[in-house]
Structures are given as C-alpha cells and as structure tokens.
C-alpha cells in the first residue's frame, strides 16, 4: 500500500519513499530471521528448510523490487505519476493481500487454493497492464528520457507483482509436497 500511495500522489508524498526503505530492511531481518528458524527445524515439519528458504527470498523479492520502484521515482526526478503505474501498483496491492490471505491459509490449514488463483489472475492482469503502459510510452512522442525512466519503473513494478505469482507457485509446490506425505 505505501507503494501505491507514493506512486499515486508523487511527489507530493516523497517521503513514503522513505518509509518502503525501512519496510524493506525490515523485510530483510523477517527473512534472515525465517531462515535461521527454518534450519533448526525438525525434518518432519510440512515445510522443509528448502521450501522454506525458496519462500522466504521470493517474499523478500516482491518487497525488493516495491522498494527499488519507490527509490528510483526520487532519482530519476519524476514529476508527476503515470495512470498506468497507479493501475499496475493498485494490482500489487491485490496480489499482495492475496500472498497474506494464502501464507494464513497455509498456517490454519484453510483452503489456500483461491487465494492462488487471485493471486495467478492478478499477475496475468499485471502483464496486460505492463504491455499497454509500455506501448503508451512509444505513442505520442514522449521525451526518449522519460520513456527510459518509466519503462525501468513499469518494470520493477511489474518485478513485484511477478514475485507474487512466484511466492505462489512455491506455496502450490509446498501444498502438493504436504499432500503426498
């Protein structure tokens, strides 16, 4: 959400930029933490150690890649937002929300499934949005400066959301893994 609050009102809530540089160091302890507990564990738990492991990065991916987004708005002095990169943050929120929504099924034991499916939809919708904001970079004659700088930030968010669907696909391989035991 901070991701997609910056975008929407940049510049004028640059400081938020900020704010995904302490969520993202923050996510990095959350991960180193995970990675250490999961190499105590014992060998019979429905998570092994890799898949744990394989999670953990890949949910640190999509917070890598928001933060990489949020920063680089600052050094490439972007002047105002792009509908289409408040369109593609707006579907990281969702698929972000779904990960939560899945990572919590995962725990309780509750149908993770749809969540999946959201978070595989949302991802497709990701791409749609990527291609069209990229060809609405090369109609009109944008400033080749401003293409460069947009098409790099059209791709760390599009990075974001595509770590999701990662995150995913390693939560459908722990569900088929846990289900063969």
Not at 2 to 26: N, Q, T
Not at 55 to 64: F, G, K, S
Not at 90 to 96: D, F, I, M, P
Request: charged share 25%; net charge negative; with cysteine.
């Amino acid at each position: 959400m901070v991701l997609r609050d910056l975008i929407a009102d940049y510049p004028l809530h640059s400081e938020l930029a900020r704010e995904l540089v302490v969520l993202e160091h923050e996510g990095d302890r959350i991960t180193h933490d995970l990675i250490v507990q999961l190499g105590s564990q014992k060998k019979t738990a429905v998570v092994t150690a890799e898949d744990g492991y394989a999670l953990a990065t890949t949910l640190d991916d999509i917070v890598d890649y928001a933060e990489q987004t949020g920063d680089m708005l600052g050094v490439y002095g972007v002047e105002a937002p792009m509908e289409q990169a408040v369109k593609m943050a707006e579907v990281l929120v969702g698929a972000a929300e779904q990960v939560a929504v899945a990572l919590r099924s995962l725990r309780t034991g509750n149908d993770i499934n749809p969540a999946l499916v959201e978070i595989h939809r949302l991802e497709n919708e990701g791409d749609v949005l990527h291609r069209e904001a990229l060809a609405a970079l090369f109609t009109g004659g944008i400033d080749p400066m401003v293409v460069i700088r947009w098409k790099d930030i059209f791709s760390w968010i599009e990075g974001s959301i595509d770590s999701c669907e990662q995150v995913a696909h390693r939560l459908e391989g722990i569900v088929l893994r846990a289900g063969r035991s």
